[in-house]
């Protein structure tokens, strides 16, 4: 047997902050390795976090990337590599040379199992890599296990091993329906999410025993282990777990995550900061750059000063033209409207509401 490494990437956010802490309570036994991608451009908050987390922990962070050219900070260094080019939806090169370069060379060819914070709430995949020796498991979900893998434990050539791996197992009362939804194959009118689903429903232990047992006739990191603890984890984290784990925890919630009052045109508001990472992530709302330039004014020029040539954060203005008094007068009219618009959902003092919209877009590798 191979000697199988277990990582927690820590991006600086609630929910991977999370995670290390509800690994570190609920699986003691699992030698963790915890690393961050540090961009050399994070607000004060998230480095905050880090150094906390560490204390709670008890475990050194490790920090990527490691560069030879130590004059210059991470992002600086590909800033002057790219001759001033900036990272954008359509070339995101940031999240590739920040993250996920960084992270594979640190894992190297080592069997390593990955945790990944994303939540039982999202309905998203996360970072899967294309190197076999890295698996991802998704320990607040439902489902813990990755797409690559529920396709080939469910897909329809594999029915027979299914069934087999399924009948190892005490399945009680619900023998005959699992059997039953086992044996009816993927199709146009039952898709593999249907399937996923029920038999999930239909005992979520269950289901994660048969895939490690499916595992350990493959090739993926989990078929190297003797056993597993969190095959017997039936926990479903939302994101209401995720600021409760932060505060029982003593860890905190990063400040800005945490709603500040403003007020325009005699209407009153709040806004925060949606997501971890760089302070000038092109991925920010509108509302979140007019935070930074009011909040942390000097973040804010500073990354005014990576603008030039064309080369803009925002796709379709400058922060030079954000920032005019009329314009933010506007961008605040115009997300006080879309919080009207959400006055059925729950309020919260770290705008969930609006959480929930800014959640699903951007990097996974950089905000979960």
């Not at 029982?248 to 400040?255: M, N, T």
Request: contains cysteine; charged residues 30%.
């Amino acid at each position: 047997m191979r000697r199988v490494r277990h990582v927690l990437g820590i991006s600086g956010g609630k929910d991977s902050a999370a995670l290390a802490i509800y690994m570190r309570e609920n699986y003691p036994e699992l030698d963790i390795e915890y690393y961050t991608s540090d961009t050399g451009k994070e607000l004060e908050a998230t480095y905050n976090l880090i150094e906390n987390l560490e204390n709670y922990l008890g475990k050194e962070i490790y920090k990527l990337p490691v560069l030879s050219d130590e004059s210059l900070n991470p992002f600086d260094h590909f800033i002057k590599m790219y001759n001033g080019y900036l990272p954008g939806n359509i070339s995101r090169w940031c999240t590739k040379k920040l993250k996920l370069e960084p992270f594979e060379k640190y894992v190297g060819d080592d069997l390593v199992i990955s945790y990944v914070g994303i939540r039982g709430d999202e309905d998203r995949e996360g970072y899967i890599s294309r190197k076999s020796n890295i698996q991802s498991i998704f320990p607040f979900r439902k489902n813990m296990f990755s797409e690559d893998v529920t396709t080939k434990f469910l897909g329809n050539n594999n029915i027979p091993n299914v069934f087999n791996f399924y009948a190892t197992l005490d399945l009680g009362e619900k023998k005959e329906r699992i059997f039953e939804v086992i044996n009816e194959e993927i199709s146009i009118n039952f898709s593999q999410s249907q399937k996923l689903n029920i038999l999930l429903d239909l005992g979520v232990k269950e289901y994660n025993h048969a895939v490690f047992h499916f595992l350990k006739t493959t090739d993926y990191p989990l078929s190297q282990e003797v056993e597993f603890p969190l095959v017997d984890n039936e926990d479903l984290l939302v994101r209401d777990d995720i600021f409760r784990i932060l505060e029982d925890s003593g860890v905190g919630v990063p400040e800005y995550y945490k709603a500040i009052e403003f007020e325009v045109n005699g209407k009153k508001s709040t806004y925060a900061r949606s997501r971890s990472g760089c302070f000038f992530c092109f991925y920010q709302q509108k509302i979140e750059w007019v935070w930074l330039y009011e909040q942390h004014p000097d973040l804010f020029f500073k990354a005014m000063e990576y603008e030039k040539d064309g080369y803009t954060w925002i796709q379709d203005e400058s922060l030079a033209e954000l920032v005019k008094s009329e314009r933010i007068e506007k961008i605040k009219e115009e997300y006080i409207k879309r919080k009207e618009r959400k006055q059925s959902k729950a309020q919260s003092p770290y705008l969930l509401d609006i959480l929930e919209d800014a959640e699903g877009e951007g990097c996974a590798s950089c905000f979960i």
